[in-house]
């Protein structure tokens, strides 16, 4: 049962919410707690006892033995306070990492449901941002909570003394506390807006600053020399974050310590005024003694600690307001599934009258647009940056169903398959592949993620697809250079790993797909990465890459390439503007022939008329 539901999060929830992730824990912290709010109190008290009986024994009103029991309990309260210290300290590392482990995996869970509408709105993406610590927060707001309860206690433990013996001076304190509660809620609330307000300049920042960093841009960095450009944008964009935050914590701060001068006069007007009822009995001299140290620590948690708290506790109410509206984004049901097995069959795909905007548009990227694909045929989408050939394959993978029209597959709506259904039913290899940091072999066996779960001893059907999707790309040699061959650690995030071209990473990315058992193949821009010769024997062995009971849908700006389609779809404008074969196409003399002369004199159209039929 998930912790994080869709509803309205409060102080109360969130305290109850670290209960139920770590019940144990959480338990143990509440109770030490209690423990070190009440033994302020306790340990005044028998300080008060010690020193008065230990006068006492001076004045020969009192025998040896009767300090022993005062003394006792004060070694026992430090000796709690010096061990309960390393055990609240294993304990807060134990919790966090099981919040870790338990809330920060429902987050990434709740982010991979999302509807894909929100992975590319900016502002649903601040508002992640802002959330992706959550179970951080959530021990901090625990934390607080704890921490206000431990001083309320306190406090109320020397009241209660004070109140017994001088009941004037507690109305004296709370006269002088009420304003700093105030100061610290409104102080917590500014905190959070600042950082609320910088979310987008942290953002920016963040992405220049991998820039810099990452190893992807290095060569650009390097011919290009825009280094230290880059390094004044970042600088313009932390430094603006970093003043406005600045100016808060300052305002902050001077209201705080302003607060806090104040309770530091009121300590010592009471200290001076306890002397009274001391000269007269109404306190002991070791009650006396004790509670101006007592007082003291008052001040320094009224002032500091107890304002700090609340603090954390405005500026996490303010999180919570955030963590409600990222509860309230919309997900796709079953959309963390693994694809259905078996599969379902390609025999049909058809858009009838298609028309989509993207989310926040008005601008349509398809219209009217109307096509019909059949089993065991190879198609291929052209057209200029725009036109809506990637959209396409986002709406037949589900990404998006906030359609007009109709798409049907096998004749029955897209709209009427679960998430499992559409995953089993297509597998893509997109322009910007990932890059998987795992070994080489579970980078391809994701493609069969089904049978991966079965296993992969040395007989299973992925491990035997795998070799298979190997020996067809050329990456036999590519793996038997590595070290550990199939058990290569891919990527410089391992210390041992090792990073491959651009040319033969897209050829894993293609195994990938090779190897998902998928009856419908999407490749975009499936070459792009790939040198010359390595293109040319992808596309000798298309036919055997793509396996005869395969239909394939690949988008190519190389209409070289385009040969191999059964039949050519030309998108311009959101519209299916021609579609036939090659011949048929260059015999119109339309948009397709004059795309394909175009590229004549720089593409290697010999090259592919004699080795990539």
Not at 40 to 45: D, R
Request: net charge neutral; aromatic share 10%.
């Amino acid at each position: 049962m998930r912790l994080l539901t869709k509803k309205e999060y409060k102080a109360r929830g969130m305290f109850l919410l670290q209960f139920r992730a770590a019940p144990v824990h959480s338990s143990v912290l509440l109770l030490n707690t209690l423990l070190t709010a009440l033994l302020p109190s306790f340990s005044m008290l028998l300080t008060a006892a010690f020193i008065n009986t230990a006068l006492q024994i001076v004045e020969k009103q009192a025998e040896l033995s009767a300090v022993f029991w005062p003394l006792a309990g004060i070694v026992a309260s430090i000796v709690y306070q010096r061990l309960s210290g390393t055990v609240v300290e294993i304990v807060n590392v134990s919790l966090e990492n099981r919040n870790r482990r338990i809330i920060k995996a429902e987050l990434v869970d709740l982010r991979a449901s999302m509807e894909y509408r929100h992975v590319e709105n900016q502002d649903d993406q601040d508002l992640i941002n802002r959330v992706n610590m959550a179970d951080t927060k959530i021990y901090q707001m625990f934390s607080s909570l704890m921490g206000i309860g431990n001083i309320i206690v306190q406090i109320a433990g020397i009241l209660v003394i004070l109140l017994v013996h001088v009941w004037w001076a507690v109305v004296f304190l709370i006269v002088f506390c009420v304003p700093l509660f105030y100061i610290g809620i409104k102080a917590g609330r500014e905190n959070y807006e600042a950082d609320r307000e910088m979310t987008k300049l942290d953002r920016r920042a963040n992405y220049i600053s991998d820039v810099l960093k990452n190893r992807d841009s290095i060569e650009e960095r390097y011919i290009f020399g825009y280094t230290d450009q880059l390094n004044e944008k970042f600088h313009q964009f932390y430094e603006t974050a970093r003043l406005f935050r600045k100016k808060v914590e300052k305002r902050n701060f001077i209201k705080m310590k302003g607060g806090s001068l104040m309770i530091s006069l009121c300590t010592l007007i009471m200290g001076a005024v306890l002397i009274y009822p001391t000269a007269n009995g109404q306190l002991s001299i070791g009650l006396f003694v004790s509670l101006i140290p007592s007082l003291a620590n008052l001040v320094q948690m009224v002032s500091w600690n107890l304002n700090y708290n609340l603090l954390l506790i405005t500026s996490s109410r303010e999180f919570l307001r955030d963590l409600t509206k990222f509860m309230k984004l919309s997900d796709v049901p079953g959309v963390l599934s693994v694809p259905a097995s078996p599969p379902v069959t390609f025999e049909s795909l058809e858009f009838i009258n298609v028309g989509f905007r993207y989310p926040g548009t008005d601008k349509y990227i398809l219209k009217d647009m109307s096509f019909r694909m059949e089993r065991g045929r190879h198609y291929a989408l052209v057209g200029i940056n725009g036109a809506g050939k990637t959209t396409i394959t986002k709406l037949i993978t589900g990404l998006y169903d906030d359609f007009e029209g109709e798409i049907l597959i096998n004749g029955k709506s897209i709209r009427q398959y679960t998430q499992a259904e559409l995953k089993s039913f297509c597998s893509v290899v997109y322009q910007d592949f990932a890059r998987y940091y795992i070994s080489v072999f579970d980078n391809i066996a994701l493609g069969d993620v089904v049978g991966l779960q079965a296993g992969s001893t040395p007989d299973s059907p992925v491990r035997e697809r795998v070799h298979n999707a190997v020996e067809l790309l050329d990456l036999d040699d590519v793996i038997d250079k590595l070290p550990d061959k199939y058990n290569t650690m891919l990527g410089k995030v391992h210390e041992d790993g090792l990073d491959l071209s651009g040319g033969e990473w897209q050829r894993i990315a293609l195994a990938r797909a090779v190897v998902s058992p998928a009856s419908l193949l999407i490749l975009d821009e499936p070459t792009a990465a790939l040198d010359p010769i390595s293109e040319c024997n992808v596309y000798r062995e298309f036919e055997k890459i793509c396996g005869t009971d395969r239909t394939t849908i690949f988008i190519s700006h190389r209409l070289g390439s385009t040969k191999l389609a059964n039949e050519i779809l030309v998108v311009d404008d959101g519209r299916i503007a021609e579609r036939g074969t090659h011949d048929e196409l260059m015999a119109q003399d339309g948009l397709y022939a004059d795309m394909y002369r175009s590229q004549a004199d720089w593409y290697v159209q010999d090259r592919m008329e004699a080795g990539c039929r």
